[in-house]
């Protein structure tokens, strides 16, 4: 491997390594009224108090508490509203699944589309592998496949 798929790899592993946390964070899921208000309300702030803090008006705020319900407002706004109930705005993009096992899923997928093609084809000639072979021959091509450039990963559908 190149120093260059390396240091990918310690990207990712690092990166999964921050994300772990935050897949067992189930309990901040958005409140069904939303962050703002729940935490606004929490405070005892009105929504003229919190304009005011922000340099908003008041039905400025109670639209941007509509936005983050139905999943409009920006990321901005959202600073700019967190600033205002003195708060720290945490954004984050959570895999459901570990990196490696998603870039692992995607090869086996690949690795299977692949064979099924050449497979189909084998039989029609009377030439279909035994399915143990099949098998490591999948498995060997799924290895193959994860030790390239993962971005060929997802050139396909």
């Known amino acids: 491997m190149t120093y260059r798929g ?9 990166l999964e390594r921050r994300l772990a946390p935050l897949r067992k964070a189930n309990d901040l899921l958005r409140p069904p009224r939303g962050w703002i208000k729940a935490i606004r309300e929490a405070l005892g702030m009105t929504t ?6 922000i340099d908003l008006t008041q039905p400025r705020v109670s639209q941007i508490e509509r936005g983050e319900v139905n999943g409009t407002v920006t990321l901005n706004t959202l600073r700019q509203i967190a600033e205002g109930l003195n708060c720290t705005l945490v954004y984050a993009l959570v895999p459901n699944e570990p990196l490696d096992d998603m870039l692992r899923g995607r090869a086996q997928l690949i690795a299977r589309q692949q064979f099924n093609t050449t497979q189909h084809t084998m039989k029609l000639e009377n030439q279909a592998l ?3 072979d099949l098998e490591a021959a999948r498995r060997q091509l799924t290895e193959e496949l994860l030790r390239g450039n993962p971005a060929r990963l997802w050139d396909s559908t």
């Open 6 to 14: 390396d240091a990918k790899t310690l990207a990712r592993k690092n």
């Open 48 to 53: 003229a108090q919190l304009a005011g803090r």
């Open 130 to 132: 035994e399915s143990s």
